[in-house]
């Protein structure tokens, strides 16, 4: 069977990361996949010149004939609301129902912090970021909505994860006074732990967790958290290995309720300062690329992609953010160059 995958390169240096991406998927095309792409053009521009944002058929087609979706980034100056942004990319992550967001943290050769191997698992489709609320004059209301079914598929996936790695595993969460959300957490949480008495497991509230690791990220394994507290703690831990430009994620629905069950994209965002000029650090893309050829089935190009990232930086290839001088496509050059095996 064909597998069928959707670029989406949006906004920003969205489409000078997918540009380092596109080439590894024809590779991976040369080595026998079966697989097609097509290019999807919407974000800022298209909303712009026709005020549509991803319109319902085109969404349809996205969940029920691809397979894949790889995404660049959303985001644009001229669209302060950002409401292109919520119904592009947080619209694909709920109806897909991508309940799991994995945003692993491996320091490259070169950068600090060798050894390191500390994975953050986010909630991606409800919490904060349900996109519930009011505002009136002189006061505000954001909801948060946590549903036991989703904590529960999130959960279970970073307890096989903890249990395969043998790794510890700690959930964040702020039950102090989040008492109704992160009390179901915590409840789910520890329903899990009894069935897991092999992984060390724990809850930490979040804000001591964040300077737990600031101090020593070294003990953490796995990370649980929810959507607003995964977004923040991955950012953080993006920060332990090249910072923004090098973080990869890949979101999935466990349960597969459509076609297409996963989206690979860069943790980082559109960074509209340094588009166009080839700035960005295509490493966080194409890290992403092999997240989920992984994902796909594909290990051994997952794992030539991720070895060809690990020796350009072994060779000292750097964008200007790690304090090189490679331009964006070179740094993707300086990739594709050490695809071997
Ligand atoms: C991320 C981003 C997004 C998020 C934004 C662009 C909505 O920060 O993927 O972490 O918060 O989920
Ligand atoms: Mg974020």
Same mark, same amino acid.
């Given at each position: 069977?064909?597998?069928?995958?959707?670029?989406?390169?949006?906004?920003?240096?969205?489409?000078?990361?997918?540009?380092?991406?596109?080439?590894?998927? =024809?590779?991976? /095309?040369?080595?026998?996949?079966?697989?097609?792409?097509?290019?999807?053009? !919407?974000?800022?521009?298209? !909303?712009?010149?026709?005020?549509?944002?991803?319109?319902?058929?085109? !969404?349809?087609?996205? /969940? =029920?004939?691809?397979?894949?979706?790889?995404?660049?980034?959303?985001? =644009?100056?001229?669209? *302060?609301?950002?409401? &292109?942004?919520?119904?592009?990319?947080?619209?694909?992550?709920?109806?897909?129902?991508?309940?799991?967001?994995?945003?692993?943290?491996?320091?490259?050769?070169?950068?600090?912090?060798?050894?390191? &191997?500390?994975?953050?698992?986010?909630?991606? +489709?409800?919490?904060?970021?349900?996109?519930?609320?009011? +505002?009136?004059?002189?006061?505000?209301?954001?909801?948060?909505? &946590?549903?036991?079914?989703?904590?529960?598929?999130?959960?279970?996936?970073?307890?096989?994860?903890?249990?395969?790695?043998?790794?510890?595993? +700690?959930?964040?969460?702020?039950?102090?006074?989040?008492?109704?959300?992160?009390?179901?957490?915590?409840?789910?949480?520890?329903?899990?732990?009894?069935? &897991?008495?092999?992984?060390?497991?724990?809850?930490?509230?979040?804000?001591?967790?964040?300077?737990?690791?600031?101090?020593? *990220?070294?003990?953490? $394994?796995?990370?649980?958290?929810?959507?607003?507290?995964?977004?923040?703690?991955?950012?953080?831990?993006?920060?332990?290995? $090249?910072?923004?430009? +090098?973080?990869?994620?890949?979101?999935?629905?466990?349960? /597969?309720?459509?076609?297409?069950?996963?989206?690979?994209?860069?943790?980082?965002?559109?960074?509209?300062?340094?588009?166009?000029?080839?700035?960005?650090?295509?490493?966080?893309?194409?890290?992403?690329?092999?997240?989920?050829?992984?994902?796909?089935?594909?290990?051994?190009?997952?794992?030539?992609?991720? /070895?060809?990232?690990?020796?350009?930086?072994?060779?000292?290839?750097?964008?200007?953010?790690?304090?090189?001088?490679?331009?964006?496509? $070179?740094?993707?050059?300086?990739?594709? =160059?050490?695809?071997?095996?």
């Amino acid at each position: 069977m064909t597998t069928r995958i959707a670029l989406i390169p949006g906004d920003g240096v969205g489409p000078e990361v997918m540009a380092e991406a596109e080439p590894l998927i =024809d590779w991976a /095309r040369s080595r026998g996949h079966r697989l097609e792409t097509v290019r999807l053009s !919407y974000g800022a521009d298209h !909303y712009l010149s026709t005020g549509e944002t991803l319109p319902e058929e085109a !969404y349809a087609d996205l /969940r =029920d004939g691809f397979d894949a979706v790889i995404f660049g980034a959303v985001g =644009d100056p001229r669209i *302060p609301d950002g409401r &292109h942004a919520e119904e592009i990319l947080l619209r694909l992550r709920r109806g897909l129902e991508l309940t799991v967001n994995f945003r692993p943290c491996q320091p490259l050769p070169g950068l600090s912090r060798q050894g390191l &191997h500390l994975e953050v698992f986010r909630e991606n +489709t409800e919490g904060a970021y349900c996109l519930q609320g009011s +505002t009136e004059p002189g006061r505000a209301v954001d909801l948060a909505v &946590h549903t036991e079914v989703a904590v529960l598929r999130l959960l279970e996936v970073a307890f096989a994860r903890a249990q395969a790695r043998g790794c510890a595993l +700690t959930l964040a969460h702020k039950a102090n006074v989040l008492k109704h959300g992160h009390g179901l957490w915590v409840r789910v949480f520890q329903s899990l732990q009894a069935a &897991h008495p092999d992984v060390p497991a724990r809850g930490m509230h979040a804000d001591a967790l964040l300077c737990a690791l600031v101090q020593d *990220p070294a003990p953490f $394994g796995v990370i649980a958290a929810d959507n607003y507290l995964g977004d923040l703690i991955s950012d953080l831990t993006a920060a332990f290995a $090249g910072g923004m430009g +090098t973080a990869p994620s890949l979101s999935w629905a466990p349960h /597969r309720p459509f076609r297409c069950a996963v989206l690979a994209e860069p943790v980082h965002g559109s960074a509209p300062d340094i588009a166009g000029k080839g700035l960005a650090n295509p490493v966080g893309m194409i890290l992403s690329t092999a997240l989920l050829f992984r994902h796909l089935g594909w290990e051994s190009e997952a794992e030539t992609v991720e /070895r060809a990232v690990a020796a350009a930086m072994r060779d000292g290839a750097r964008t200007r953010d790690l304090g090189g001088s490679l331009s964006t496509a $070179g740094m993707g050059a300086a990739i594709r =160059d050490r695809l071997s095996g």
